[in-house]
């Protein structure tokens, strides 16, 4: 009795391997030049991807300016033939020994951190607070932070890093998962149980605005978005905000109040990044009241830390989309449960990654997400 996977004719061959790939390496800061690198080869319990489309993120454009937060062998990604990006999917190319978890052909999207997987953070599965990050000896992985990413023609990835997406998913939409895998994982750090909850979510940058939709997924009443520009608020209404508070007309902390009945929310999810961010949030959340930090400002700033205590706030930060937080969002993404589609503003070919990174800078044409595709579609 033949499997049917025996049945299936092999697909290797659809996919032939050259030797050599184009990929974007990062010189001194702010150098991206497109070179020719050898393909990498996967190693036992990974696979190498065929990168068909990638997002840019506001992280690369932090990488490929100051280093920081990408780390190599303890020190920073500059000239070193490192090539950034992480948010990308693709197609399995070529399967490393033992792997049967996933098969040539299988459409996929990738988390960034696969961790160690021998220290203790990533036994707890915050793999992206792994205590041996950067140290690739150790056997560290962050594609696009300590090792290459995706602006490549292809990157080799551990499997614990890869979910599977449907065929009807874009490749575009697909690049968006896991920004909504670190929204997803913010509420999970707060406790993950919001169904019938208030959540306000401040800042209506991607994660913000993929944070609306997954609170609002799973069963947040009412998800209140703030920010500054009414288009963005628009956007977040259409992915399921139930109220929008522009906080250049109205105080938001009155507003959420107002909003609430006087009783505050149960969870605040800052992406602004704004100084005052965590002392409005404070005053959002009723007595016991959780806040989770995705976003931070650029100097350090004052908080009022007895009100924090008087309440019982708690407050939490993080970093990435640990505990499989990406796996959720895409289940979400796959049911239809939220329009992702909705914050990809802009594509282009993959010859153009610097001009694609300039548009996510300086969001020209109010770009929010800018996908490179590097193939088909
Ligand atoms: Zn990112
Ligand atoms: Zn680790």
Redesign the pocket.
């Known amino acids: 009795m033949g499997s049917a996977r025996a049945d299936t004719p092999p697909r290797s061959n659809q996919y032939p391997i050259p030797d050599r790939m184009k990929a974007w390496v990062l010189g001194g800061p702010e150098e991206l030049s497109l070179v020719d690198k050898p393909v990498p080869q996967p190693g036992p319990a990974e696979v190498l991807v065929r990168v068909d489309a990638i997002a840019v993120c506001a992280t690369d454009i932090e990488i490929i300016r100051h280093g920081v937060p990408a780390m190599i062998d303890g020190g920073l990604p500059f000239n070193r033939g490192f090539t950034p990006g992480h948010e990308y999917m693709g197609t399995v190319v070529k399967l490393g020994p033992t792997v049967d978890e996933f098969q040539v052909g299988d459409r996929v999207t990738v988390e960034v951190h696969a961790?160690?997987?021998?220290?203790q953070?990533?036994r707890e599965g915050m793999?992206t607070s792994?205590?041996?990050?950067g140290f690739r000896a150790?056997g560290?992985r962050a594609n696009g932070f300590s090792t290459d990413g995706g602006f490549a023609e292809y990157a080799v990835n551990s499997i614990n890093t890869l979910a599977h997406i449907p065929d009807e998913m874009t490749d575009a939409e697909a690049t968006l998962i896991v920004t909504a895998g670190t929204a997803m994982y913010g509420l999970n750090v707060m406790g993950g149980v919001i169904a019938s909850e208030g959540v306000v979510v401040i800042g209506p940058g991607p994660i913000g605005l993929m944070g609306v939709g997954v609170a609002k997924a799973l069963g947040a009443q009412p998800v209140i978005l703030t920010g500054t520009r009414d288009k963005r608020l628009e956007m977040g209404n259409r992915l399921g905000a139930d109220a929008m508070i522009n906080v250049s007309r109205e105080d938001p902390v009155e507003a959420v109040q107002r909003l609430t009945g006087g009783k505050g929310v149960q969870y605040v999810l800052e992406c602004s990044g704004a100084p005052n961010a965590l002392n409005e949030a404070a005053r959002m959340v009723n007595r016991g009241g959780r806040i989770c930090l995705a976003a931070f400002p650029a100097e350090p700033v004052p908080v009022d830390l007895a009100y924090l205590v008087r309440n019982n706030i708690y407050v939490f930060g993080i970093r990435g989309e640990g505990k499989s937080a990406t796996h959720r969002a895409a289940a979400l993404m796959a049911q239809k449960r939220f329009d992702a589609k909705l914050i990809h503003t802009h594509t282009f070919p993959f010859a153009e990654v610097p001009t694609a990174i300039r548009y996510a800078r300086e969001r020209i044409e109010d770009a929010i997400k800018v996908v490179v595709q590097i193939r088909g579609n």
Do not use: P, V
């Open positions: 961790g160690c997987g021998r220290c953070r990533c793999y792994c205590l041996n990050y150790k560290h």
